[in-house]
């Protein structure tokens, strides 16, 4: 069980022995949505309560002012809060990397962009309602995963050149690649390289890590000769601004 699971699982617990019918929110919410968390989950489970309770929470259970009454969902037979609450309330909460992965992968599964730009105006004053504006303003459902939301962050604080996100280039064989990041100007291309592309069921669908690294050596090799630059790099690089900068210099990108 990996710990998006044990999270989930740990939510559904409280539930389970709760006297009241909790209303799941922040962390709890997202994981519950399915949404990606970089970083460890929490050790306690996030729920909504009344005002008047003063946000009383326990060792398990932390509890959040309901302030403006939010819009809810059953999830996995759970109540939540929705989908657009729940990106708004991580991204006024939490760090720039994690919202942004958390915004990216909700507009990437649904057609929320309206329902966000709804929710964050009724974030109150003086309760990081610029910075869930400012996370919902570059939310971009292109990204396809925490890496690629968390490089554009990195790439933002340090003054990299916005890319163009999933640009696709003809396949020799028929059909097309689509990349990570593209610099049309310069003709550079950038990917995030995780390990789950080389480890994770889902993605591998029965194929050897070395059959993997054949085939994406062949998949760069065509890339590259419809480029001027390729760039690749890891969570680590991806984390530090100073060396994705290092990264993107080296395969010619200039600003």
Do not use: C
């Not at 009241?20 to 949505?33: G, I």
């Not at 669908?205 to 760069?220: D, F, M, P």
């Amino acid at each position: 069980m990996g710990s998006d699971e044990r999270y989930r699982t740990l939510a559904r617990a409280v539930a389970t022995t709760s006297a009241q019918e909790l209303v799941f929110s922040h962390a709890s919410a997202a994981a519950l949505w399915q949404l990606p968390w970089l970083g460890r989950w929490p050790t306690t489970v996030h729920v909504l309560g009344p005002v008047a309770s003063g946000g009383r929470s326990t060792s398990v259970v932390q509890r959040h002012a309901v302030g403006v009454p939010p819009r809810l969902e059953r999830v996995e037979g759970l109540t939540v809060t929705s989908l657009g609450r729940t990106v708004v309330d991580v991204a006024r909460l939490g760090n720039l990397e994690r919202a942004v992965a958390v915004a990216d992968a909700a507009l990437h599964r649904y057609e929320i962009r309206e329902a966000l730009a709804a929710e964050v105006e009724l974030v109150p004053m003086r309760h990081g309602s610029a910075r869930a504006r400012y996370v919902v303003g570059i939310a971009d459902g292109l990204a396809e995963s925490p890496g690629e939301s968390l490089s554009r962050v990195t790439m933002m604080r340090a003054g990299v050149p916005p890319p163009v996100l999933q640009q696709e280039f003809p396949r020799e064989r028929g059909g097309v690649w689509a990349v990570d990041f593209w610099w049309p100007e310069q003709r550079i291309i950038g990917e995030f390289d995780g390990k789950g592309k080389y480890l994770d069921p889902q993605l591998t669908r029965g194929r050897s890590a070395a059959e993997i690294v054949y085939q994406e050596k062949l998949r760069e090799d065509e890339l590259r000769r419809q480029s001027e630059g390729f760039a690749r790099w890891e969570w680590r690089v991806a984390r530090d601004p100073a060396a994705l900068v290092r990264r993107l210099r080296s395969s010619g990108l200039r600003w």
